[in-house]
Each structure stands twice: as structure tokens, then as C-alpha cells.
């Protein structure tokens, strides 16, 4: 409505003073521009490159060399175990995201209830998200120490020497170690946004729920949870669209290892890290391209959904 | 009468045992919410006791402990004094490789967080305040753009700097961040959208331009959306380790503070140093947070996340 009334205002402008127009119109063309040439300059170009790579064989970084080579690439990817199992430990990993949103759902439901020193928590609950990925990992590369780290320590207090874990060599605990570190770091983002949507929540709601007798479980249920729903779903969508992509703490956790293992069994051999290791290491640029594009189909998926929920939820 | 008043007596007794009965419990779960949220405050911080104990812990205790210490016997800073006064970049550089990553760090982020949001900043208020054919349309492509994931740039955006030249060095770091991006367009265009177009109608009849609008009206009404995303902008480029691992690697001296701290471990690679290491990147940003805690937080809650 009020937008419309400016257009009209504008029109009667442009009317009067058409030279002043044009020129306002030039400049806002040239503004919106350079974002865009920006992107097309280092996101199109790159992208168009790329796509065209998957379907040739090349030397190095010399595009000179691309030769099709029959879909080659596609069938060394599809062939290839060790893809099947990157995606297989990203998906495992990417636990840790549903982990993190139910961790931040419940803290932001008992900040919500205003505790004592409500303030002071919330500002001590998003320390670790501002922490590098770097950082967290030597903090808990540390922290699960087979001999001398504080988890084996307390495991040994409560079950007697025998329940110590040896966290890097076996490959059913190594991958828990990235998802306990992940667990630590990302809550603090979802406990912001769900406490920003728990105060949109209409208080006459909770009020019609204490007349009508309902408890607080029901309460919870049947009223929070609906009304926080798009966050949930946004949260979500954006937390299993960071885990798909899980590569700094994998990366740091795995070291420099020129074997290209990474962790016992390659259990923590995510597909970003196979990518990665795959043109850093052996100058595989077609196949990590390959295994790129089937990783943006998947996301893309995904991010569309996310994209349709997260204008409505940011317009209302 | 004297029935009713017995009766009156009664329910008035049970009022007052039901209205205890709720104040206890209303006190009891206010005591667990308050428990709950304590222990996960504890949990967050039992690390940065760990690697703070640590870091002062001489190597000679973890020498004959087979546990974690949970206290030293003697408390050094001999840690922090090999990372920053005995590390072999001093030979070179004259600095420590952790304090020439903190400055490389600065150098990489300053000029996309400055200039790219000045730049997202123009382009928001076109989107917001300006008339021009087309707007709804390029807008929705703009966004469009937020939709790629970053990880699967990664290998597009490689071949690419490499291919023109830029394999090594800082430019694929600084550059293209300088054109501005979608989701600063996209936070600033609805801060924006709440200042008045009467204000915008105003400053034209006085003659303004729209740069001078811009300059002069929009980024002072605009000072908090512009430190929010800054912030934003600053912790992503400040913690970022994709980025550098991939263009800086080859020269120790290129190193960002990322890239240093994870390359620790070939210099210094014992526990307390390690330690040493994560806390001293960790704490500038944590002194950063503690002070502008307010815009980190409206930063995310109103933007949404820049993964």
C-alpha cells in the first residue's frame, strides 16, 4: 500500500523533473551493478569452467589442455569406493547438526524462562560459535588424548582403566570426536535465532492455554513448537547444508597425512576432504570437479527449499 | 450460616495449601531451569579451563602423568613465551609466526569487510530506496546468488585463480569480496526499508544526488546494520581457514592466523603450546565479542547465517 502511494509520488516526479529521474534511475543501475559483476566475474566464469571441466581430461591449470575424454571422470567417480564412503561419513557426521538443533531448542526454551542470570548465559553460550574451526579442533584434538586428555581421564575415574577410549584409532569413536566438537561449537547460532522467534510467540496464546488448564508439555507442544516451526525448518535446512559441506574439522583432525587417509579406516574421510584431497593432493582437477557438481546437486536441492522457507520467514 | 462460614473457611484453607503447593513448584522448576542452564554453561567452559590449565601446565608433569592435570604443581608461561618470543619466523619476519598471521589476518580482512560492505551498502539502497525499471527482477537474481553452497565453489573458484594467475597470493582472498555480497544486500535492504521515505524525498528536494543521499543520510541512520555486518563480515574473515589453506599455503610468511595456528604442531607441537597457541587466536575475537556482544548477536538473529 505504502509502497504503492511512493511509486506514485515518484511518477508524479519523473513527470516533472524527467532529467533528475533518468539520472537517479542511472545511478541506481550502476549501484545494483557491481555486486553483480562481482559475481559474474568470480562466481558465473568459475562455475561455466568448472562444468565444462567435468567432461575432459587436463595437465595442471592449463585450460589449454582440456580434451574430452568420453565421460571418463564420471565413471572413475562412480566407481570409486572411496566417494560412496566420503558421503557415507559426511551424512554420519552431519548427525551432529540434529544434535545441535535439539541442544539449541531446549536452551533457548530455558532462557525463554528468564533463570537467574538469563543474560549472563546467553552471552556465555555463543563463546564457542566465534571460535575458529581451527581452534576448536586443537581444543579437542587435546581434549580426547588417548593418554592424557581430560575425556579418557574422567572415562578411567568413573570405569576403571578399562574404559578408556583410544579416540584416534579406532574408527567407530574417531568419527563421534568431530561430532562432539561440532556439538560444542554450533548450538550458539540456533539458540539465537530460536530465541528471537520464541519472543515473537503471541503471549495471549500461552494465556487462552492457562485458562483452558493445559499443562506445560502441552503448552510446549502445542503451541511453541508450531510457532517456531519455520525456524526449526530453517535451522534445519541451513545445518544439514553446513554438515554436507564439513571440511575445516575433518581437515584439522585428519592432519597432514600425504597417505590421504584420513582417520583409521578413513572414517573421517568427509567429501569436501576427498575433493580436496583429491585435486590438492593428486592435481585431480576434472574428478574433484565431478565430485563437486554431484555435491552442488545435492545441496542445490536442498538450498532451494531453504530459500523459499527462509524469505517467508524473514518477510512474515 | 454458620454451615456456609465453615464451608467458606475450608475452601479458603485449600486455596491457600494449593497456592503454596504452586509457589513450591513454580520455585522448584525454576530451580531446574536455572540448573540446566548452569550445567551447559559449565560443559562450554570445561575446554577453555582444559586448554588455559594446560597451557601453563610444564611439559615435565605430562612427562610422568598419565592423567589429565588438572592443576600444575609449578604454573610457567614458558608456552606462551616459545610462540611468541622463540618461534624461527622471528629470524625473517622479526615476528612470530601467530602475531605476522594476526596482521596478515587484518590485511586479508580489512579491505572486503570496508569496501565490500560500502559497495552491498549502494546496492541496498538502490534496492530499497531508489526507482529503476526492473528492480523486483534484478533484485531476485541477486538473491538468487545466495543460493550456491560455498563448499562447491571451492573447486570452480580454484581452477580459476589459477588459470588467470592468481594461484598464490592474497588477491582471491581480498578482491572478489570487495564487489560486496548477496546476503549484506539482503540485510541491509531491510534495514533500510525502515528508514522513512519521507527523509530520502526530502534530502532530494534539497538538491542531494543519490550518492550524497547515500553518503549522507543512509549510512548514519544505518550505523548499526553497517557494525552488525561488519562484525559478521570480520569473524568470517578472521576465522576463516578454507580460504588461505588454499591460495596462501606456499609461503609461511602469507600465513593468516588460521593457517599458523593449525601449522603450529611442526614448530610446537607439545600440549601446553598447542594450548598456548588456540588461546592466543582465540582471545582478540573473544575481547571483540565481550564488547560488542549486542551487534554479533543482532548480526545473526536478523541476517541469518553467511555459511
Not at chain 1, 133 to 158: H, P, Q, R
Amino acid at each position: 500500500m505504502r509502497n504503492r502511494m511512493n511509486r506514485k509520488m515518484l511518477d508524479t516526479e519523473v513527470r516533472k523533473k524527467p532529467s533528475k529521474a533518468s539520472k537517479e534511475a542511472m545511478m541506481a543501475y550502476i549501484f545494483v551493478s557491481i555486486p553483480l559483476i562481482g559475481y559474474l566475474i568470480f562466481g558465473v566464469f568459475p562455475i561455466v569452467i568448472s562444468f565444462c571441466m567435468q567432461f575432459t581430461s587436463m595437465t595442471g591449470f592449463d585450460l589449454s589442455t582440456m580434451e574430452w575424454n568420453h565421460f571418463e571422470n564420471f565413471k572413475r567417480v562412480f566407481e570409486d569406493p572411496d566417494f560412496y564412503l566420503s558421503i557415507g561419513v559426511t551424512l554420519f557426521i552431519s548427525l551432529s547438526q540434529f544434535i545441535s538443533l535439539g541442544v539449541a531448542l531446549l536452551m533457548s526454551v530455558m532462557l525463554s524462562n528468564k533463570p537467574f542470570g538469563h543474560k549472563l548465559f546467553q552471552v556465555i553460550y555463543f563463546i564457542p560459535y566465534i571460535c575458529s574451526s581451527v581452534a576448536v579442533s586443537l581444543m579437542w584434538m587435546w581434549m580426547f588424548d588417548a593418554d592424557t586428555g581430560i575425556i579418557n581421564t574422567i572415562l578411567e575415574m568413573i570405569g576403571g582403566p578399562g574404559a578408556r577410549v583410544d579416540w584416534f584409532q579406532s574408527p567407530i569413536a574417531y568419527p563421534w570426536m568431530i561430532i562432539v566438537a561440532v556439538v560444542w561449537h554450533a548450538p550458539g547460532y540456533g539458540i539465537v535465532m530460536y530465541k528471537a522467534a520464541l519472543n515473537q510467540v503471541n503471549p495471549s496464546l500461552y494465556e487462552a492455554g492457562d485458562v483452558d488448564g493445559v499443562g506445560v508439555w502441552k503448552k510446549f507442544t502445542h503451541i511453541t513448537l508450531p510457532a517456531i516451526a519455520p525456524t526449526t525448518f530453517y535451522l534445519l535446512m541451513t545445518g544439514i547444508i553446513a554438515g554436507l559441506q564439513t571440511f575445516d574439522m575433518a581437515k584439522m583432525f585428519a592432519g597432514d597425512s600425504w597417505l590421504g587417509t584420513s582417520g583409521p579406516e578413513n572414517v573421517g574421510l568427509t567429501t569436501v576432504l576427498y575433493i580436496y584431497n583429491t585435486f590438492h593432493n593428486y592435481g585431480e582437477l576434472p574428478r574433484a570437479s565431478v565430485m563437486s557438481w554431484v555435491l552442488f546437486i545435492i545441496i542445490f536441492g536442498i538450498s532451494m527449499i531453504n530459500f523459499k522457507l527462509k524469505k517467508k520467514w524473514v518477510d512474515e | 450460616m454458620k454451615h456456609t462460614k465453615l464451608m467458606t473457611r475450608v475452601m479458603k484453607r485449600e486455596e491457600k495449601a494449593e497456592r503454596t503447593r504452586r509457589q513450591l513448584n513454580n520455585w522448584v522448576s525454576k530451580l531446574i531451569v536455572f540448573a540446566i542452564c548452569l550445567i551447559y554453561a559449565i560443559l562450554l567452559l570445561v575446554p577453555f579451563y582444559v586448554i588455559f590449565v594446560t597451557s601453563l601446565t610444564p611439559l615435565v608433569e605430562y612427562g610422568s602423568s598419565t592423567t589429565f592435570v588438572w592443576f600444575p604443581e609449578t604454573v610457567t608461561f614458558e608456552a606462551y613465551g616459545d610462540i611468541l618470543f622463540e618461534d624461527p619466523m622471528i629470524l625473517t619476519t622479526g615476528m612470530s609466526s601467530i602475531v605476522t598471521g594476526f596482521f596478515n589476518t587484518l590485511w586479508v580482512a580489512i579491505f572486503p569487510c570496508i569496501i565490500g560492505l560500502f559497495v552491498s551498502g549502494l546496492a541496498a539502497f538502490a534496492y530499497a530506496k531508489l526507482d529503476f525499471k526492473g528492480k523486483e527482477k534484478i533484485f531476485m537474481l541477486e538473491v538468487t546468488t545466495m543460493m550456491i553452497p560455498m563448499a562447491t565453489m571451492t573447486i570452480p573458484s580454484y581452477v580459476f585463480y589459477n588459470a588467470i594467475g592468481w594461484g598464490q597470493g592474497f588477491l582471491p582472498l581480498i578482491i572478489p569480496g570487495m564487489f560486496g555480497g548477496a546476503t549484506t544486500i539482503f540485510f541491509l535492504r531491510s534495514y533500510m526499508a525502515s528508514i522513512p521515505t519521507e527523509t530520502v524525498e526530502a534530502a532530494k528536494i534539497d538538491g542531494l544526488g543519490p550518492l550524497g543521499i547515500y553518503l549522507k543520510i543512509m549510512i548514519p541512520l544505518c550505523i548499526p546494520a553497517y557494525i552488525a555486518q561488519f562484525i559478521f563480515g570480520f569473524v568470517g574473515s578472521y576465522n576463516n581457514y578454507t580460504g588461505p589453506l588454499l591460495y596462501l599455503y606456499s609461503n609461511p610468511r602469507w600465513y593468516t592466523l588460521q593457517l599458523a595456528l593449525s601449522n603450529m604442531q611442526n614448530v610446537f607441537g607439545n600440549p601446553n603450546q598447542q594450548c598456548a597457541a588456540a588461546l592466543i587466536a582465540i582471545i582478540p575475537l573473544l575481547v571483540v565479542y565481550i564488547i560488542f556482544q549486542r551487534f554479533f548477536i543482532e548480526g545473526i538473529a536478523v541476517g541469518g547465517g553467511k555459511e
